[in-house]
């Protein structure tokens, strides 16, 4: 039986799947890298518009609906995906079985929509592998304690991959296991090349840069999905589907020193760049979000439980909540926080239970938050300063702030959000002809 | 705990739930029914147009496979309709919830695309109905012994729904359980209306003519979920989804007799007409399949096991042969045997192994079976004479013949199907202003 450090966990995008014609190139690319030795295990999402077309329908139905139904719905499209991955991998002569949450047992606890993984058992994976078979798993679903499909949210099937990596790793009990991730993009960049124009891509990360990037909007990899990899120590590789070349790196810290690999698995000629020094630059990327909305609430009911019971209320639906602010005026205390426009029709059910005067609510809709990312923030004193200072020379209003050790964060209107890019991008030494 | 025989099993077709709109519009007629008192469990197929968008996409890839992942991928179109159905009977406030076959336990063999069912838990369906929530069954799919997803064929959803039946009156051991079946069409027809203008609606018919029926292109109802019928003495009410009257009662024989039912179920004003009279007319209804294709074999090699070894490689591929005939002349043995369209390419991947020079086997497309059927003709003599009288009046060349008991079938020109068809319902006094 094969162990689990041999075998490598592929993960490809709904791009990469994207149509028949695609299907089939991936296959070929597959195939050839089997044919050379290779034991993959691949993790697919839904083929790119798929899943947008579900929730369309539902919502149709039901703007707000939410729960096992949606969940079943929407997961439908990684269940065509991996069926249709499979047959051209047979078709190439790949022995290939395609696999769903209930038959790998990828159990998560019963949070429609958004979902947390529980635990997977690996033993079926291995088997099938050891037949030389190759498990071809729909991401971004699991299943309950009753049995119930769940889906695990936006980006989920990088989560997918990274949690089958991190049981892999734990079942051989060896220290380290490589997750490829292939999408769209060749790497992480230090903005978004849409936005700011003198991007640059960016060799390798820390696992807790990647973290904060995904928080704040970097659309490249679910924060969720880096979390798992921190604790479980899974060297994540973000590669494009359609160009050969390496991509970005992201790896947990203390991984920084490893040893190069032994070079068993073909993709995986691995010399880690040391990320973490006193050199590195005060900010790795700069990163957007531009799904912002934010709710203001004034006056705030007094009442020492109020804000606990409001984001209980909130939690309870599944509305993530991000930034929060508070402060106190001789008139009353003032409440803002932030959602995704996603939340904002499970986040005013919440407030009609807790806000009796609707004009005491006030949302803003179309913001977007743009932040500076990274571990050198922590040597730095006066990061904050700087972007604030930035920003202010372009006149463009803060609505909300919120910092931690090595990000800042500003919610800003959505249409300057270009400007407060490019200006920060410069201002922190990030464009592509400044030395890096 | 509610008895199984309080339940109403009732199957909706692709085309009740064809688009957003008649989801809804069926959510509005369930909801309202249910709130009358009715208990009912749903079975659905995908929506019209998802199945062949699915096979579309696999045969790009590869034309001839079948299998698992094939399996899997069409059985992802009833997923998305029962999910979208549940959120719709939600929002109306019915508690509603979809279930799949793995969580039903719908067990079935291996057999990819043709599988059989085994066994079907009840207890599930019942617990959720005696907690007024609605099951929302997918249609047309299993799990095998594996947990791999199967499908059930052509017409697999009423199979689902007929099969369901009969294991809730197996459960309650009760003599008998409706299973409503609504479709596009109203009703049973004494042949198709397209082809045959004067073509009637039949009140009831026993579930062997159905079946003869079903085996003769009759496209109303999937012979295999009649033989369920039949065998577990489940009554089929088929009926149109989008009119309210009475339809087609479909009834093991030995119903014939019965005493109409308490009235429990709110659909179920059950009056069987007794239809196995010697009254009865000779023919109850023309069919026509025009999904047929001919091979012929000539000569066919000579040895005993030549016949059996070449129907076993068939059956295993899957393959359905219809009618078979073989003769013997001076020049060799000939063979013909006809196959729906779809089972063209396994055929001829069995006939390569069998027959060493492809000039000896000649495949004839485009041609159509054409059939009348009556339990009548058993007290009838000459029918068969009267059929071969009125194709030959016609100038309609016959390729090959089968009878039985109650039907006979020519398979003819694709071409010729209309004129045949209406001169068999005038000659068998069938056409609407003729006495009934």
Redesign the interface.
Known sequence: METASDILVKKYGGTSVGS?ER??SLADRLAKEIRAGQKPIIVVSAMSGETNR?IA??E???PD?R????D??I??GE??S???L???L??RGIK???L?A??LGIRTDATASKARIHSIDVEPLLHLVAQDIVPVVAGFQGVDDE???TTLGRGGSDTTAVALAAALAAHAGSSSQTCEIYTDVPAVFTADPRLVSRAREIPSLSCEEMMEMAALGSKVLHIRCVEIAAKYRVKIHLRSTFEEREGTWILPEELGEMKPMNGKNVNSKFEPKVNIKIEQPVVSAVTHDANTAVFNLFPVPRGSTFLAELFDNLAKRGVVVDIITQSESADGQRLSFSVTKEDIPLSRLALKEFMADPAHVTLIENMAKISVVGVGMRNHPGVAARFFAVLARKNVPIQIVTTSEIKISAVIDQSRIKEAAEALHSEFGLDANDAS
Do not use: R, T
Not at 67 to 70: E, K, S
């Open positions: 028949i299907i089939e579900l329908m539902a149709k139905i039901d609906h729960g096992a139904a949606y079943m719905l997961a439908s269940q065509v991996i069926a249709l499979a047959i051209a047979q078709k290939a079985q395609p769903l209930y038959q049995k119930n499909i």
